[in-house]
T-cell receptor, first 108, second 115 residues
Framework: RKEVEQDPGPFNVPEGATVAFNCTYS??????FFWYRQDCRKEPKLLMS???SGNEDGRFTAQLNRASQYISLLIRDSKLSDSATYLC?????????FGQGTELSVKP | GAGVSQSPRYKVAKRGQDVALRCDPI?????LFWYQQALGQGPEFLTY????????KSGLPSDRFFAERPEGSVSTLKIQRTQQEDSAVYLC?????????????FGEGSRLTVL
């Protein structure tokens, strides 16, 4: 089993839709997690940190379920500009382990 | 500049050639990471440094890969006798933290194509 697993998608949704991504992790000792966003042919950039139960920032909500070892990212009222790949990230042994990424395409 | 700088941005190498990729992290950042990202995949960890010490090189795929950061600032990733499977984007990231527990600041990457 990979350390961090994501559904690669693509998720194709209309503008205004609500979309959710899940990510499972294997290291039960991890205390915090991250969602990074990566635009096509660009570098990854931090979107949100996830500590304890979750975090909310505007249209974005990240939640952590330690019992089931998964993290979710919810995007409400999707915008065209949300189209990107979303990477789930778990710290492990001093380094950050990235998932495969979930591709989101928001259509007009 | 204010961000992480990588060079070259693009490199085409013939199979068997050696390549060197440079990373100039944000000034004062303690930790520096190298990742390899193949098309359609997430970044895969290669190695990381805390100042000049290479603390983890468990992700280097073979002994053809070598990384250094001799003065605790600029880092070089060297790939000897390149193979086609080495074709990928090599991302460098730095952080002011002593480990990858917070935000990583990435460079734009070096895209390597091995023919």
């Amino acid at each position: 089993r990979k350390e961090v697993e994501q559904d690669p998608g693509p998720f194709n949704v209309p503008e205004g839709a609500t979309v959710a991504f899940n990510c499972t992790y294997s290291n039960s000792a991890s205390q915090s997690f991250f969602w990074y966003r990566q635009d096509c042919r660009k570098e990854p950039k931090l979107l949100m940190s996830v500590y304890s139960s979750g975090n909310e920032d505007g249209r974005f909500t990240a939640q952590l379920n330690r019992a089931s070892q998964y993290i979710s990212l919810l995007i409400r009222d999707s915008k065209l500009s949300d189209s990107a790949t979303y990477l789930c990230v778990s710290p492990q042994g001093g380094k950050l382990i990235f998932g495969q990424g979930t591709e989101l395409s928001v259509k007009p | 500049g204010a961000g992480v700088s990588q060079s070259p941005r693009y490199k085409v190498a013939k199979r068997g050639q050696d390549v060197a990729l440079r990373c100039d992290p944000i000034s004062g950042h303690v930790s520096l990471f190298w990742y390899q990202q193949a098309l359609g995949q997430g970044p895969e960890f290669l190695t990381y440094f805390q100042n000049e010490a290479q603390l983890d090189k468990s992700g280097l795929p073979s002994d053809r890969f070598f990384a250094e950061r001799p003065e605790g600032s600029v880092s070089t990733l060297k790939i000897q006798r390149t193979q086609q499977e080495d074709s990928a984007v090599y991302l460098c990231a730095s952080t002011p933290d002593r480990a990858g527990t917070g935000e990583l600041f990435f460079g734009e990457g070096s895209r390597l194509t091995v023919l």
